[in-house]
């Protein structure tokens, strides 16, 4: 029984790390998110205002924070790749990278160039929000 149970683990755990590698599924967690990165959640960008255990608390430009699973990530940007970016240029960055904080501080103001209707939401993810 224990056995098979473990058999199982390992295949799991090994389709999960193709999904991965072919870029289907994002594996992060606390240790790689720090307050004051950038995470893409959908096609919007946010600010983390802090990394919990099981979720990234995110600034929304309101009186109040949103949360997010990590499983919901599907791009990250430190603050640091995020002033690099907009400093030489990057232009892709610049217009790839999108947040909901209104007002905002540096580097906010210059990692966000573009603000994005949320409801714009790609094939999958409005397959996936039916499915929810």
Known sequence: MLADEL????????IRANQIAEGKATNYTREQINKGDYVR?????????????K??????GYSWTR???YAQIRDHRTTEE???ATSHGNT???E????????????????A???????????EEADYADET
Request: hydrophobic share 30%; glycine share 6%.
């Open 7 to 14: 058999d199982q683990l390992t295949y799991w755990q090994g």
């Open 41 to 53: 959640i959908g096609g919007s960008w946010y600010e983390v205002a802090r990394a919990n255990q």
């Open 55 to 60: 979720t990234v608390s995110l600034i929304t």
């Open 67 to 69: 949360k997010a699973d």
């Open 82 to 84: 995020a002033t690099t």
């Open 92 to 94: 892709e960055t610049q």
């Open 96 to 111: 790839s990278v999108k947040t909901e904080t209104s007002g905002a501080q540096e580097p906010a103001e210059t990692f």
């Open 113 to 123: 160039q573009v603000q994005t209707d949320e409801e714009e939401l790609t094939a």
